[in-house]
């Protein structure tokens, strides 16, 4: 566990810049003891590309945190992401990040995982009431 990981019974709280310095990947499953789901945070130089992947069984969904970043994906089609941005890839689907940016960093969180969505199912500890 990294210095600046924070765990209690039951969670664990970090910053990105805790679990790493550079680009290249952040280990936030490792580190923050993630067992549901793959999850990682990669920085990207600027005009940094990744090379191209896919999976055999995990899908993957992508958010951009900071920076503008482009995907390219297995048909040949390209999307461009800003900070906030999403794109939900299928595991057979190729796919290449690149930073658009030629002087600054891009930092994407990426999650993966299989079987399908749990569904709703969070309750509230006796004697909380629905805020909403």
Same mark, same amino acid.
């Given at each position: 566990?990294?210095?600046?990981?924070?765990?209690?019974?039951?969670? *664990?709280? *970090?910053?990105?810049?805790?679990?790493?310095?550079?680009?290249?990947?952040?280990?936030?499953r490792? =580190?923050?003891? $993630?067992? *549901?789901?793959?999850?990682?945070a990669?920085v990207? @130089? @600027?005009?940094?590309a &990744?090379?191209?992947?896919y999976?055999?069984?995990? =899908?993957e969904l992508?958010? $951009?945190h900071s920076?503008? %970043?482009e995907f390219?994906?297995?048909?040949g089609?390209t999307?461009?992401?800003?900070?906030?941005?999403?794109?939900?890839?299928? *595991?057979?689907?190729?796919r290449? %990040?690149?930073?658009?940016?030629?002087? =600054?960093?891009?930092?994407?969180? $990426?999650?993966?995982?299989?079987d399908?969505? %749990?569904?709703?199912?969070?309750?509230?500890? =006796?004697g909380? &009431?629905? @805020?909403?």
């Amino acid at each position: 566990m990294s210095e600046g990981v924070s765990k209690g019974d039951g969670y *664990a709280v *970090a910053h990105l810049d805790d679990l790493g310095e550079g680009p290249g990947f952040r280990k936030v499953r490792k =580190e923050l003891g $993630v067992t *549901a789901f793959g999850v990682n945070a990669i920085v990207l @130089p @600027p005009s940094y590309a &990744t090379g191209s992947h896919y999976h055999d069984e995990q =899908e993957e969904l992508y958010f $951009v945190h900071s920076g503008r %970043v482009e995907f390219e994906f297995g048909d040949g089609s390209t999307q461009q992401l800003e900070a906030g941005g999403l794109a939900w890839v299928d *595991a057979p689907t190729h796919r290449r %990040v690149r930073n658009l940016s030629d002087s =600054e960093e891009a930092v994407y969180l $990426v999650v993966g995982g299989k079987d399908g969505y %749990v569904g709703r199912d969070g309750r509230l500890p =006796e004697g909380e &009431t629905d @805020p909403r």
